[in-house]
Every structure is written in C-alpha cells, then in structure tokens.
T-cell receptor, first 112, second 110 residues
Framework: DAEITQSPRHKITETGRQVTLACHQTWNHNNMFWYRQDLGHGLRLIHYSYGVQDTNKGEVSDGYSVSRSNTEDLPLTLESAASSQTSVYFC???????????FGQGTRLTVV | RKEVEQDPGPFNVPEGATVAFNCTYSNSASQSFFWYRQDCRKEPKLLMSVYSSGNEDGRFTAQLNRASQYISLLIRDSKLSDSATYLCVVANQAGTALIFGKGTTLSVSS
C-alpha cells in the first residue's frame, strides 16, 4: 500500500545544530507540505512543493529550508536549530484538485 | 482576520448527544473544504470532504455556505470514540496548499 513516512519520529538536538527531518511518500503525489503543530497555534504551514525542483514558503518559513530533487522526498532542514523550533512536525502529500492530504506520523523535535 | 477560524471548545457532551462545529474562512476564492480528525499525539486524518450541496456519512453531516464563507460539521448520536480534535481545512485559491483551523476539541462522556 502507498504510504507517507517520516523519520526520525523523535529527535533531541542542541541549539545551533543543523537538523534534517525526512519525509518520503509512495503515492506519487506532486504536492508535498511541511507543517508544525504547537499548542495554541494549530497546524502552521512551513514550506510546500508542487513538484520536482519547486519549493515555496509558507506562513512560518524563517529558519527552515526544503529541497525537492525527486517526487518521493521533501526533506526539511533547520539551518541552525533554536528552542522556538521545538515542536511536532508533520509532512503531508496530496494529489491536488479536491483530493485529501495524507499525513506522516509526525516528528517530535526538541531543541535544548 | 485569520484565514480559517474555529471555536476551540472544548465541547463536553454525553453519549448520544448531537453536537455541531462551525468554521469560517476568509478567502472567498477558496476551492476545497474538508474536516479532519486528530487524536491526541497522532497525525490528522480525513473525516470527510465538504461539498457545496452538503454531504452526509453515517452520523456525520457537513455543510458549506459559500456566500457566508462558513462550514459546519454535525455529529449525531455521539460515541465515546468521537472524542478528538476536529480540524476545519480549506484549500487555497490554487487548490494546492491546505490551510488548517486551530481545531475544536470534543470530549464525549458516558
């Protein structure tokens, strides 16, 4: 069955370190997204991609970057981790149009 | 005005109750609308899409009012297993990115 997976599921890192969160989907979806979820804020869009070599900034993109070298993967990089980036990160993919988005199981990141 | 707004609740109801959630969105050009369900510490999952004509799936009914930019979800005969956070979701004008409301928390008790 097609799926979307995130790794790692949990990570603790130190302030200032570069961190990369992986997202891999086998749906062959063109559209992929990264969200962060924090208490009181809900799901906020960080970056998204409509296809290979395409990336776009979302609502809370500062301090994050993504790259899309193939259809299946959209890694999220925190250039220099900050305590404010402690959060739960969800990756999602979607075919487009009126179709639903499918979510990975999330990555819980703690920056100390 | 936030792009997607929901009453955060919590809504505390007994089993068997009927409960309704409302959601408003700011972009009149939005194309697609959904309700997602999220259980504690889990990923969001699609509950149902929302169509202009309204749609029903068992105990769940969704309505869309484009003129008022308003979406609703009605849950009849609530079950303990309905306890979760319900997220109102709107696709942007291009129909690509999904914008989430902060969610409404439902707690069903016996």
């Amino acid at each position: 069955d097609a799926e979307i997976t995130q790794s790692p599921r949990h990570k603790i890192t130190e302030t200032g370190r570069q961190v990369t969160l992986a997202c891999h989907q086998t749906w062959n979806h063109n559209n992929m997204f990264w969200y962060r979820q924090d208490l009181g804020h809900g799901l906020r869009l960080i970056h998204y991609s409509y296809g290979v070599q395409d990336t776009n900034k979302g609502e809370v993109s500062d301090g994050y970057s993504v790259s899309r070298s193939n259809t299946e993967d959209l890694p999220l990089t925190l250039e220099s981790a900050a305590s404010s980036q402690t959060s739960v990160y969800f990756c999602a993919s979607r075919a487009g149009g009126e179709t639903e988005a499918f979510f990975g199981q999330g990555t819980r990141l703690t920056v100390v | 005005r936030k792009e997607v707004e929901q009453d955060p609740g919590p809504f505390n109801v007994p089993e068997g109750a009927t409960v309704a959630f409302n959601c408003t969105y700011s972009n009149s050009a939005s194309q697609s609308f959904f309700w997602y369900r999220q259980d504690c510490r889990k990923e969001p999952k699609l509950l149902m899409s929302v169509y202009s004509s309204g749609n029903e799936d068992g105990r769940f009914t969704a309505q869309l009012n484009r003129a008022s930019q308003y979406i609703s979800l009605l849950i009849r005969d609530s079950k303990l297993s309905d306890s979760a956070t319900y997220l109102c979701v709107v696709a942007n004008q291009a129909g690509t990115a999904l914008i989430f409301g902060k969610g409404t928390t439902l707690s069903v008790s016996s």
